[in-house]
């Protein structure tokens, strides 16, 4: 009986009554891979053959894969996931409720209250370093002045740009977003703090205001930057 190998078509004569009477697995002495031999003692080259629907790999038909040994009854093919439904599996945060102009402004006298106190204590540091106690000479006010703006800036770009949330913010668990749900980078957290805020206020902060009346509780920094605050 001349017997192929299903993998390299390496061919070889054994003689009938060498062949097994129970289907069993031999290895292919030059590809030295393995392969089912029939009880009947058929060519498994001269087998149906299949493809292997999970690595894909030709063979003779058989209950399992000669490659990545699958057994095919058992086999459930993945699946797959429509566009639409993969979309509904992540929350779009712009999707979640806007906090409100009473909520935020809460969350800013916090903030303004942490700000004046970091203000205090590392100016009044400052001032006393660098005068020899409290007797103050002009270029040093205008530096500690400089200093206490530097570190007003510095904490609310820092905190809505590194997370959307100032501490204020945080405690009463509000966030700055994106409107399209992505977080917001440190350069459009200074274009909202800086900038939109400027001009928020600079109009008798009517800007601030807007946050009460508009439908997605955007202030007029928040349409500047293109911005949500959102509830968590």
């Not at 000669?66 to 439904?85: D, G, M, N, T, W």
């Not at 994106?178 to 600079?202: C, N, Q």
């Not at 008798?204 to 930057?225: E, P, T, V």
């Amino acid at each position: 009986m001349q017997l192929t190998c299903p993998h390299c078509q390496f061919s070889k004569e054994v003689p009938a009554d060498k062949l097994p009477n129970t289907p069993t697995r031999v290895t292919c002495p030059q590809c030295r891979e393995s392969f089912s031999l029939p009880s009947s003692g058929a060519n498994p080259a001269q087998l149906p053959r299949i493809y292997c629907p999970a690595c894909g790999a030709e063979q003779p038909q058989r209950s399992a894969c000669a490659s990545c040994r699958l057994i095919f009854a058992k086999y459930r093919p993945a699946q797959p996931v429509a566009p639409e439904a993969h979309d509904n599996l992540t929350e779009n945060l712009a999707d979640r409720p806007k906090a409100g102009f009473w909520l935020r402004l809460v969350a800013l006298m916090i903030d303004w209250f942490l700000v004046f106190l970091l203000q205090v204590v590392l100016s009044t540091a400052l001032m006393f370093i660098g005068s020899n106690g409290f007797q103050l000479h002009g270029s040093m006010a205008i530096l500690v002045q400089l200093f206490s703006m530097i570190l007003s800036l510095f904490y609310w770009v820092f905190f809505t740009g590194h997370g959307g949330q100032t501490l204020g913010k945080m405690l009463l668990r509000i966030q700055v977003i994106g409107i399209d749900g992505t977080p917001v980078s440190y350069g459009k957290a200074f274009y909202r703090e800086v900038v939109g805020k400027l001009i928020s206020g600079i109009i008798f902060c009517i800007g601030y205001l807007m946050a009460a009346f508009d439908d997605q509780k955007q202030a007029l920094h928040d349409r500047m930057a293109k911005t949500y605050v959102i509830k968590l």
